[in-house]
């Protein structure tokens, strides 16, 4: 088992690629805090715990500062230490350019960057060099090469991705492995909530002809948190079907 005797804060994780990373690390042994805003995130932790691991539910709103410290501490309480952390939690919003209004910008990035940010610096601080910790960020397609349609979006995914590569640089000399997955058009709610023929176009462009599936991005989070990578750090990897934007 890859990843037995840890433990993994997943947040985002009642449904879509959280819960599929949750899924996988339970099944490679390791103990799993799970947050989100729904009561799903408290169904999935009873699944899990059914299977003899141990899995924690904790239902809250990351972009709220207080939360994501009282989750880290309450962390803290329970383990004494935390070895992984994936940062899902994440929102989508469409919009041209001209019809973004400022308050979806500010939405987005306080939910996609700040509260990642917050609640990394809070988890970084009960992670111990010699358990081999790190983070694991997920950023998107759409944050590496752009994305029309949903340009604050990919903006905040941009984000995502330096925010990757400097705490990558940073955090080395403390043993901590930084990360990012940077998934193309993957089978989730989100993806398939989009509006018009966006979602029929962006499978258009896949040339490996399929859309991802939330397994795909799970195995990929497996790797980055499994001593399989321990000399990985500072990386943005695509998990895209060979995507074409």
């Given at each position: 088992m890859l990843l037995e005797g840890r433990?993994?804060?997943?947040?985002?994780?009642?449904?879509?690629?959280?819960?599929?990373?949750?899924?996988?690390?339970?099944?490679?042994?390791a103990s799993v805090c799970l947050c989100a805003r729904s009561e799903g995130v408290e169904v999935l932790a009873a699944e899990?715990?059914?299977?003899?691991?141990?899995?924690?539910a904790w239902r809250g709103d990351l972009a709220d500062a207080s939360f994501g410290k009282q989750l880290i501490s309450a962390i803290r309480k329970e383990h004494g230490h935390l070895d992984v952390l994936v940062n899902n939690a994440g929102i989508l919003r469409q919009g041209l350019i001209g019809m973004t209004s400022t308050d979806q910008m500010r939405e987005l990035m306080e939910v996609n960057v700040v509260a990642l940010m917050a609640l990394t610096q809070y988890a970084t601080r009960i992670m111990?060099?010699?358990r081999s910790p790190c983070v694991v960020n997920l950023a998107s397609i759409a944050g590496t090469q752009g994305m029309a349609g949903v340009a604050a979006y990919s903006a905040s995914k941009a984000a995502v991705v330096g925010y990757t590569l400097a705490s990558a640089k940073e955090l080395a000399a403390k043993g901590i492995r930084v990360n990012a997955i940077a998934p193309g058009v993957i089978d989730t709610d989100?993806?398939?909530?989009?509006?018009?023929?966006?979602?029929?176009?962006q499978l258009q462009s896949i040339r490996m002809g399929?859309?991802?599936?939330?397994?795909?991005?799970?195995?990929?989070?497996?790797?980055?948190?499994s001593d399989l990578s321990r000399y990985v750090t500072g990386q943005v990897i695509g998990v895209d079907g060979g995507m074409t934007l």
């Open positions: 433990v993994a804060l997943v947040t985002g994780a009642s449904r879509g690629i959280g819960a599929a990373i949750a899924r996988a690390f339970v099944a490679e042994g899990l715990a059914g299977s003899g691991r141990t899995a924690r111990d060099a010699r989100m993806v398939r909530g989009a509006a018009g023929d966006w979602y029929e176009r399929r859309i991802g599936t939330p397994e795909d991005v799970a195995g990929v989070a497996v790797f980055l948190a």
